[in-house]
């Protein structure tokens, strides 16, 4: 299995200290996710690529798009935010996207790495068409939307599916990731572990990731 990745996602971060806060955390960071909401295919609005102007870290960004049939134009919006950022990977649900294939050669054509998500309830079958085109799979633990809700651990079949068809495949999961579901993410072959509320809500961040760590080992 890959290497065990940590993504804390800024979701639950303090918008008005939001600087400050990737700065706490930014050397415990393999990437940094941007969760990104249309109020159309998640019933929650987050600001868009402006949003990326508003901050800066070393740290590549993850950002997630969940989000109706993302244009072009509107992924290049991200793309082009803000020059000092890395762009690690624009990740897009197989929902939302009716020519996803094309989408995800889009975003790869521009040098950003293409990933795919799912929806709890979206069937591995869903996306083995597409599964030579992306670098990275997220499977959702949570209907996606809001962060603070509980792991769905029936969920996991589908982790342990993907990663017996894919061995070196990076594998995210996000949504109600903390110390008592990490392990069970990563022992059913998640590698790449997104955490929001349990990271930026707890007093000591570094802390809260050093133990998330030693929690799947
Ligand atoms: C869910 C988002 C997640 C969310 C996870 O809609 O995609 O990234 O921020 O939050 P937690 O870790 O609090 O479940």
Redesign the pocket.
């Known amino acids: 299995m890959p290497k065990i990745k940590i993504v804390p996602?800024?979701?639950?971060a303090k918008m008005d200290k939001l600087q400050e806060e990737i700065d706490e955390i930014e050397d415990y960071s393999d990437l940094l996710?941007v969760?990104v909401?249309d109020n159309v295919f998640?019933p929650?609005i987050t600001p868009q690529a402006e949003l990326l102007k508003k901050f800066n870290t070393k740290v590549p960004l993850d950002i997630?798009l969940?989000v109706k049939e993302p244009s072009e134009e509107y992924l290049m919006g991200f793309i082009d935010a803000n020059p000092n950022l890395k762009i690690n990977n624009i990740t897009v649900h197989q929902e939302a996207c009716e020519y996803l294939g094309k989408t995800l050669d889009f975003i790869k054509s521009k040098n950003v790495k293409a990933a795919v998500?799912i929806n709890p309830k979206t069937p591995l079958d869903a996306i083995t068409d597409v599964l030579d085109k992306v670098e990275m799979v997220l499977i959702?633990?949570?209907?996606?939307?809001?962060?603070?809700?509980?792991?769905m651990e029936e969920v996991l079949p589908k982790i342990e599916k993907l990663r017996e068809l894919k061995p070196e495949l990076d594998i995210q999961v996000?949504?109600?990731?903390?110390l008592k579901t990490a392990h069970l993410a990563v022992s059913a072959g998640a590698n790449v572990l997104?955490?929001?509320?349990?990271?930026?809500?707890s007093e000591d961040k570094v802390k809260a990731i050093k133990d998330l760590l030693e929690s799947v080992k």
């Open positions: 996602s800024i979701l639950s996710q969760d909401m998640v929650n997630h969940m998500a959702m633990t949570v209907e996606p939307g809001f962060s603070g809700q509980g792991f996000d949504g109600g990731i903390n997104v955490a929001s509320s349990y990271i930026f809500k």
